[in-house]
């Protein structure tokens, strides 16, 4: 009779397991769904619009600044800051937060 019991207790001991580790990689599986992806197509959104990038088109800094990219280089971008056209500033494309591109704004 314990023999029964015993063999009973240990394939129901095992399919506890098996739903134990279902439950820790659906979960695993949802943080991924809620985290990491999203983050991933940011960074893809971000890198395209830095690639599609070119001189002459307005841009806004992560810092806030308004400006107009004068040249452009592997990594490195620079921006005319102001109206006095004086203020020219070497900065990382990075620092670009976004882009308005220079043939929509000429229509509005």
């Given at each position: 009779m314990?023999?029964?019991?015993?063999?009973a207790g240990?394939?129901?001991?095992?399919?506890?397991i098996?739903v134990m580790?279902?439950?820790?990689?659906?979960i695993?599986?949802?943080?991924?769904?809620?985290?990491?992806?999203?983050q991933?197509?940011?960074?893809q959104?971000?890198?395209?619009?830095l690639?599609?990038?070119?001189?002459g088109?307005?841009?806004?800094?992560?810092?806030?600044?308004?400006?107009v990219?004068i040249?452009?280089s592997?990594?490195?971008?620079?921006?005319?800051?102001?109206?006095?056209?004086?203020?020219?500033?070497?900065?990382?494309?990075?620092?670009?937060?976004e882009?308005e591109?220079a043939?929509?704004?000429?229509?509005?």
């Amino acid at each position: 009779m314990t023999d029964i019991l015993l063999t009973a207790g240990g394939a129901s001991g095992f399919g506890n397991i098996g739903v134990m580790i279902l439950y820790v990689v659906a979960i695993i599986g949802f943080f991924y769904f809620i985290s990491v992806r999203p983050q991933k197509k940011e960074q893809q959104r971000l890198q395209a619009m830095l690639d599609s990038m070119e001189v002459g088109d307005y841009v806004v800094t992560k810092s806030g600044f308004y400006g107009v990219v004068i040249d452009i280089s592997d990594d490195m971008v620079i921006v005319e800051f102001g109206s006095n056209k004086n203020c020219r500033i070497p900065m990382r494309k990075a620092a670009i937060a976004e882009i308005e591109k220079a043939e929509s704004s000429k229509d509005a």
